[in-house]
Antibody, heavy 117, light 111 residues
Framework: QITLKESGPTLVKPTQTLSLTCTFS??????????VGWIRQPPGKALEWLAL???????RYSPSLKSRLTITKDTSENQVVLTMTNMDPVDTATYYC?????????WGQGTLVTVSS | NFMLTQPHSVSESPGKTVTISCTRS????????VQWYQQRPGSSPTTVIY?????PSGVPDRLSGSIDSSSNSASLTISGLKTEDEADYYC??????????FGGGTKLTVL
């Protein structure tokens, strides 16, 4: 079965760069049509799509955060990494990664990242 | 980019029917599929409707999706409401450049 799990720091300081890893199993990111996306959710607020990487290496970013985001994949390690630069307290959120077939059909449990000095 | 606007909250009694709307700000609602996700407190979202009206296996047929081009909106309808339906619901779609957008979410209370 498909599973995904996010990992990374739980606390980062303002201006630092956040790096989150999504480790998955049950599918290959080299399979045509497959993607892995990142979505975040500030406490008590709505979901916000951040980025998506496809099996062929194509990448998509949220227009409002594009300048701060980089998404990469390591197909052999079954991992996708999201980096976000210049972190700010407003970036405090639960960060989810999700498998995309034609939609986000499998989600990780999420990881809470707090931005504070 | 476009926005998807949902009511902040809706409430209804058990056994009744409720409809949650999702209005697209620009571009046609019919041009890209709409998905609906359910999120219970403390849990990750799960898909309840994909590609406008399709239900993943395991989702009861009490939940249904539709789109209305005249109002440029999508709707999630839940009939025979149960207390277990109480959750936040998010619509989601994407644009022609495959940039994904979520609605602001609707809190469903089953009183």
């Amino acid at each position: 079965q498909i599973t995904l799990k996010e990992s990374g720091p739980t606390l980062v300081k303002p201006t630092q760069t956040l790096s989150l890893t999504c480790t998955f199993s049950g599918f290959s990111l080299s399979t045509s049509g497959v993607g892995v996306g990142w979505i975040r959710q500030p406490p008590g607020k709505a979901l916000e799509w951040l980025a998506l990487i496809y099996w062929d290496g194509d990448k998509r970013y949220s227009p409002s955060l594009k300048s701060r985001l980089t998404i990469t994949k390591d197909t052999s390690e079954n991992q996708v990494v999201l980096t976000m630069t210049n972190m700010d307290p407003v970036d405090t959120a639960t960060y989810y990664c999700a498998h995309m077939g034609h939609y986000f059909d499998y989600w990780g449990q999420g990881t809470l990242v707090t931005v504070s000095s | 980019n476009f926005m998807l606007t949902q009511p902040h909250s809706v409430s209804e009694s058990p056994g009744k029917t409720v409809t949650i709307s999702c209005t697209r700000s620009s571009g046609s609602i019919a041009s890209n599929y709409v998905q609906w996700y359910q999120q219970r407190p403390g849990s990750s979202p799960t898909t309840v409707i994909y590609e406008d009206y399709q239900r993943p296996s395991g989702v009861p047929d009490r939940l249904s999706g539709s789109i209305d081009s005249s109002s440029n909106s999508a709707s999630l309808t839940i009939s025979g409401l149960k207390t277990e339906d109480e959750a936040d619901y998010y619509c989601q779609s994407y644009d022609s450049s495959n940039r994904w957008v979520f609605g602001g979410g609707t809190k469903l209370t089953v009183l």
